[in-house]
């Protein structure tokens, strides 16, 4: 069983950056991919990021350039630097683990809301 921790979410304003971490609780278990989802109210959970085990990453279009995610492979952490921030990026923001065995972990989420 892996259990997700993100952290780092927070308000901030039209332009600023937030960075959010993901900790998984334990360091041993092979996690193949990590990523980042996010749910706006009234709204579906949309994808937003991914990162492999050799470094490859996947953006979605509307944070392309403004969004950085990267992992501690030893530590099975995982960050999103967000810059740029828009009221439209506003949402909990989720993390997500597939480990090697292809079970899937999600986290709480983190709240990220941004004023115009």
């Known amino acids: 069983q892996v259990r997700l921790v993100e952290s780092g979410g927070g308000s901030v304003q039209a332009g600023g950056s937030l960075r959010l971490s993901c900790a998984a609780s334990?360091?041993?278990?092979?996690?193949?991919?990590m990523s980042w989802y996010r749910q706006a109210p009234g709204k579906e959970r949309e994808f937003v990021s991914r990162?492999?085990?050799?470094?490859?990453?996947t953006y979605a279009d509307s944070v392309k350039g403004r969004f950085t995610i990267s992992r501690d492979n030893v530590k099975n952490t995982l960050y999103l630097q967000m810059n740029s921030l828009k009221p439209e990026d506003t949402a909990m923001y989720y993390c997500?683990?597939?480990?090697?065995?292809?079970?899937?972990?999600w986290g709480q989420g983190t709240q990220v809301t941004v004023s115009a």
């Open positions: 334990e360091y041993s278990f092979c996690i193949n991919d």
């Open positions: 990162i492999v085990k050799d470094g490859s990453t």
């Open positions: 997500r683990a597939v480990t090697c065995s292809l079970f899937v972990y």
